[in-house]
């Protein structure tokens, strides 16, 4: 099977969206599917010695400097230079991308599908803050259903999106697929070298939040739980590692609340490498965001048997289940703090750390694939079968 995945992201910009696509393109090339990945080029990024990777010349987007925005033009060019090689179109993000992957796919007749990443809902509200939050709900929930009825099915990284998505009346097949770990996860990080590597001092409890430096993860929420916190473990630190539009907000909010001097901001880490050291060094993971499709840090959190304090919203449910070891609380700064005492009380042989372990082993990113590769047989065969039946009259 040929597929061509099409979005308006991927490395060297960092999120959710490039690891899904990066870890389920590696596992399907294993399981003899071949995919091609249609992408912005991003400026000064370093060529991509991957040649099933086709980089369309891009530009800027006003306000957001880590995004870009295709051509339409080089766009066209590129995916019109595919046609006859594809049969099955993987649109990953509803921009952009939706549209042109879905025209290809219908100039081309065969069958698209899509991943629905992104739960727009909350989004607008902080980056349309003028938008009334009402308003902007709806404007959200029309615009995904209208992209919705584009394609043959849906795929939702969690039971709880999908949910969302029936609820807001979504009629296309949707199958529940997360993105799953890849083996390299589960390789033990060297968290004494990190710890060097960033000079943080090697007996202070260490909190470490990884991800987006945005508004809708709710990081605000963790820093002033921080502050709490200092009151009664004053030589805690807390490391945010990411890059992101509310970065300079929350650097002033740390030092708002007296705690500059503990919170170190290190930008974006290196994967396959920096990353794994950054959750071993942890003591204490902490997370919030009410606005996960997955929540895919958890897991890489707990494959290094770091000890997880988290609330439960959206897809983090589908990860956050009873027995998985981590320690689930409500948004609630007094709660959040209690938890993540206990958590840093965590010995290293205490058994918590293999129980967070084995839960992440269970997301192995293989068998994920192989799911995705039996969507993509539904989706074709369904098609296949349409295309056979003759016409009314």
């Known amino acids: 099977m040929r597929v061509l995945f099409v979005s308006d992201v991927y490395f060297p910009r960092v999120n959710g969206v490039s690891t899904s696509i990066r870890t389920f393109r590696g596992d399907l090339a294993r399981l003899g599917v071949q995919t091609t990945l249609v992408a912005p080029a991003y400026p000064n990024a370093p060529h991509d010695s991957d040649p099933s990777i086709i980089r369309v010349a891009s530009g800027g987007v006003p306000r957001d400097p880590e995004d870009r925005r295709f051509l339409g033009k080089p766009l066209r060019q590129a995916l019109q230079a595919l046609a006859g090689q594809v049969d099955l179109v993987h649109v990953q993000t509803p921009f952009i991308a939706h549209y042109a992957g879905v025209r290809f796919a219908r100039e081309n007749g065969v069958p698209v599908v899509a991943t629905y990443h992104t739960f727009f809902e909350d989004y607008l509200h902080h980056y349309v803050p003028i938008l009334p939050r009402g308003i902007g709900r709806f404007l959200a929930r029309r615009f995904t259903l209208s992209q919705c009825d584009d394609v043959a099915a849906l795929?939702?990284?969690?039971?709880?999106?999908?949910?969302?998505?029936?609820?807001?009346?979504?009629?296309?097949?949707?199958?529940?697929?997360?993105?799953?770990?890849?083996?390299?996860?589960?390789?033990?990080?060297?968290?004494?070298?990190?710890?060097?590597?960033?000079?943080?001092?090697?007996?202070?409890?260490?909190?470490?939040?990884?991800?987006?430096?945005?508004?809708?993860?709710?990081?605000?929420f963790l820093l002033r739980m921080f502050a709490r916190l200092r009151a009664r473990r004053p030589d805690a630190l807390f490391v945010i590692a990411g890059e992101g539009p509310a970065l300079a907000h929350l650097q002033k909010l740390a030092r708002e609340l007296g705690v500059a001097d503990h919170v170190k901001f290190i930008g974006y880490l290196d994967r396959a490498t920096d990353l794994p050291n950054c959750y071993a060094a942890g003591d204490a993971f902490v997370f919030a965001s009410r606005t996960e499709t997955q929540g895919l840090v958890l897991l890489e959190a707990m494959a290094q048997g770091t000890p997880v304090v988290s609330t439960a919203e959206l897809g983090t449910r589908s990860i956050l289940t009873e027995g998985c070891g981590a320690f689930v609380v409500p948004e609630d700064e007094e709660r959040f703090v209690d938890a993540t005492l206990q958590a840093l009380e965590v010995e290293a042989d205490d058994p918590r750390r293999a129980q967070l372990h084995a839960h992440a082993e269970s997301w192995a990113s293989q068998a994920m694939a192989r799911k995705l590769v039996d969507f993509y047989g539904k989706v074709t065969a369904a098609a296949a079968a349409r295309a056979s039946q003759p016409l009314s009259t």
């Open 155 to 220: 795929i939702s990284p969690s039971a709880p999106m999908r949910d969302a998505l029936l609820a807001y009346g979504v009629q296309a097949p949707i199958e529940v697929l997360p993105t799953g770990l890849p083996a390299e996860t589960f390789i033990r990080g060297d968290g004494a070298k990190f710890r060097r590597q960033f000079h943080l001092p090697s007996n202070r409890p260490l909190l470490l939040y990884v991800g987006r430096v945005a508004y809708e993860k709710n990081i605000d």
